[in-house]
């Protein structure tokens, strides 16, 4: 089954840019979405079909997805942003959901 | 504005089958652009999709989980349920119930999630 690879943790200076990545075999082709989950809190959608935001999340949110790589890309890093993020794909191959394994933020 | 709430007992014993319940509010579970989903995360550790339905009653499992796993829609009540069965402690986790958006397959909305501990 498909395999989505994060590391473990991230750590970035308030203000500036932080880049999550999430790997996976031509993930280019596939369509990745984002979720952040902040401590005893269910996680929260923050970048769908790439690089699409949901209504309510600052445009400090973006991502890209080419090759073997998909990244979430948070501008002006902020204490608050400091959570756990999941990738995420469809494989249609199977029809199932894939979760990548989290990265960690820390806001320094 | 649509919420999900997950409900069920929160303590089920080794080798007994886990149930639980999302009611949906605020929106009908009847929609032909979502499918609704159920997914784990064991604590301090990550996400773990379990499967999704359809309102009509299409479902896909996860695959290590098929055997276990049974997800049902009642429509009248605006609810679906898991059913897990032969439960052990490594099934101890917070259970999810989410909107699954399908024409590019994201979770757009999330209950709050619900603790389930098996233990004898």
């Known amino acids: 089954s498909y395999v989505l690879t994060q590391p473990p943790s991230v750590s970035v200076a308030p203000g500036k840019t932080a880049m999550i990545t999430c790997g996976g075999n031509n993930i280019g082709s596939e369509s990745v979405h984002w979720y952040q989950q902040k401590p005893g809190q269910a996680p929260v959608l923050v970048s769908y079909y790439d690089s699409d935001r949901p209504s309510g999340i600052p445009e400090r949110f973006s991502g890209s997805n080419s090759g073997n790589t998909a990244t979430l890309i948070i501008s002006r890093v902020e204490a608050g942003d400091e959570a756990d993020y999941y990738c995420?794909?469809?494989?249609?191959?199977?029809?199932?959901?894939?979760f990548g394994g989290g990265t960690k933020l820390t806001v320094l | 504005q649509l919420q999900l709430q997950e409900s069920g007992p929160g303590l089920v014993k080794p080798s007994e089958t886990l149930s639980l319940t999302c009611t949906v509010s605020?929106?009908?579970?009847?929609?032909?652009?979502?499918?609704w989903g159920w997914i784990r995360q064991p604590p301090g550790k990550g996400l773990e999709w379990i499967g999704n339905i359809y309102y009509r009653g299409s479902t896909y499992y996860n695959p290590s989980l098929k055997s276990r796993v049974t997800i049902s829609v009642d429509t009248s009540k605006n609810q679906f349920s898991l059913k897990l069965n032969s439960v052990s402690a490594a099934d101890t986790a917070v259970y999810y119930c989410?909107?699954?958006?399908?024409?590019?397959?994201?979770?757009?909305?999330w209950g709050r999630g619900t603790l389930v501990t098996v233990s004898s």
């Open positions: 995420q794909v469809w494989d249609s191959n199977i029809d199932h959901v894939v």
């Open positions: 605020g929106g009908s579970i009847s929609s032909s652009s979502y499918y």
């Open positions: 989410g909107r699954l958006e399908g024409d590019y397959w994201y979770f757009d909305l």
